[in-house]
């Protein structure tokens, strides 16, 4: 009996959890009006000790692997405030959140907690969709001073559009689990049928033709 890699792991339980759903021929409308066969809550995952654990082990070597010793580690809020906790315990070290905008009030901050000028920052994601949440966070923590050593996600969705933002915004990223992984442990799983994955690979290359 073989053992199944992380990112395995993390896609199957995913789906055992409900926080990814498969509808390949009755698609989810996301909020910017995109059909699609898939929709992802990892947020769901805080809920589930066993699952959360392995989610902040997986990080943790993530982080080892891609980006080294950094000085901090950030959350994306709200999806990734939480396994930023996780994995800042694991690996003894400060956490920062950054906000989505900074405040309207009081000070302003957009970064919560202490973050000096120059530091190495990894900020922790729940989900990757095109990029460009991840990158405002991004932005943030370089305006506050951060050196952003990259973002690490749960999940991606494998956009050409990330790819394309992320590297125009000269960042880095990395992923535990992704769309490709998901779909064969999908079938494998019986939540979806062999006869569906055509329809749902096409969905990846080509989102907006869904």
Known sequence: MTTRPIGDKIAKALLDIQAVALKPHDPFIWSSGLRSPI????????????IRDMI???FVELIKEQFGD??????AATGGVPHAAWVAQKLGKPMIYVRSSAKKHGTGNMVEGVL?????VVIIE??????????????GVR????????????????????VENFQAADCKFATLSSYSKLL????QENYVTAD??????KWKDAPDQF
């Open 39 to 50: 929709y992802c809550d990892n947020r769901l995952t805080i809920s589930y000790p066993e």
């Open 56 to 58: 902040a082990d997986g």
């Open 70 to 75: 950094v000085d901090v580690i950030a959350g």
């Open 116 to 120: 000096r000028e120059g530091q190495t």
């Open 126 to 139: 729940d989900l990757i969709s095109t990029g460009g949440s991840s990158l405002n966070v991004v932005e």
């Open 143 to 162: 305006q506050a001073g951060g050196t952003v050593a990259g973002v690490a996600a749960i999940f991606s969705y494998e956009f050409q559009k990330a």
């Open 184 to 187: 064969p442990i999908a079938v």
């Open 196 to 201: 569906d994955l055509e329809l749902l690979r």
